[in-house]
């Protein structure tokens, strides 16, 4: 069956990195577009990247400049290198999978992995 699991999260100082994994099974990785988002309870899910399967990259005004998206085809997984970590990234991190898409849009995502925290603290 499809599935996604993320991996990398965890506790960082402000100022910081993180690189996240989303890794795929069960599906045609490569014709999929990858989103990853963001949610801190309380607030809706934001998408913070989406690289899709044509290998476009798009991102949060929140984040640009920042993180980077990336994907590997042959090892069926996503990534998300996120630098310079502030307070404000503290969130658990999800990526998301939608087939053949120009926009990783939340509403539509076809698969989703269970998450990964992500807290930025001193």
């Known amino acids: 069956h499809a599935q996604l699991v993320e991996s990398g999260g965890g506790l960082v100082q402000p100022g910081g990195s993180l690189r996240l994994a989303c890794t795929a099974s069960?599906?045609?990785?490569?014709?999929?577009?990858i989103g990853w988002f963001r949610q801190v309870p309380g607030k809706r899910r934001e998408e913070v990247a989406c690289?899709?399967?044509?290998?476009?990259?798009y991102y949060a005004a929140s984040v640009k400049g920042r993180y980077t998206i990336s994907r590997d085809n042959a090892k069926s997984t996503a990534y998300l290198q996120m630098n310079s970590l502030g307070p404000e990234d503290t969130a658990v991190y999800y990526c998301?999978?939608?087939?053949?898409?120009?926009?990783?849009?939340?509403?539509?995502?076809?698969?989703w992995g269970k998450g990964t925290p992500g807290t930025v603290s001193s």
């Open positions: 069960g599906f045609g990785f490569a014709e999929y577009s």
């Open positions: 690289i899709t399967y044509e290998t476009t990259s």
């Open positions: 998301g999978a939608i087939i053949k898409a120009r926009a990783c849009v939340d509403t539509s995502i076809d698969y």
